[in-house]
């Protein structure tokens, strides 16, 4: 009963920034939790950053002081700031939304970091 679509992946150099978004619709009314995840080939999934009704963000080790999650209630969406950006941290980013009892998934962006 939730839909999210992202945007906002591409191509990116080193030290450059690019900004992810994920817009929910549907039973928007029900998330409680929303957060970004990221898997890259031969890589397992990985949480990169959350953000929960109250405010509350949570960052894996390897983006804090870099990433930052936020969230547009008015709008139903939620972003993804990545500064710094590191080819390590190319990777396909998957929106997640979770209501009670179930998750939701976005279909990815592809952000790839090189020269």
């Known amino acids: 009963q939730v839909q999210l679509v992202e945007s906002g992946g591409g191509l990116v150099q080193p030290g450059g920034s690019l900004r992810l978004s994920c817009a929910a619709s549907g039973r928007i009314f029900s998330i409680y939790r929303m957060a970004w995840y990221r898997q890259a080939p031969g890589k397992q999934r990985e949480l990169v950053a959350s953000i929960i009704n109250g405010g509350s963000t949570d960052y894996a080790d390897s983006v804090k002081g870099r990433f930052t999650i936020s969230r547009d209630n008015a709008n139903n969406t939620v972003y993804l700031q990545m500064n710094s950006l590191k080819p390590e941290d190319t990777a396909v980013y998957y929106c997640?939304?979770?209501?009670?009892?179930?998750?939701?998934w976005g279909q990815g962006t592809q952000v790839t970091v090189s020269s």
């Open positions: 997640n939304s979770r209501v009670p009892g179930y998750n939701y």
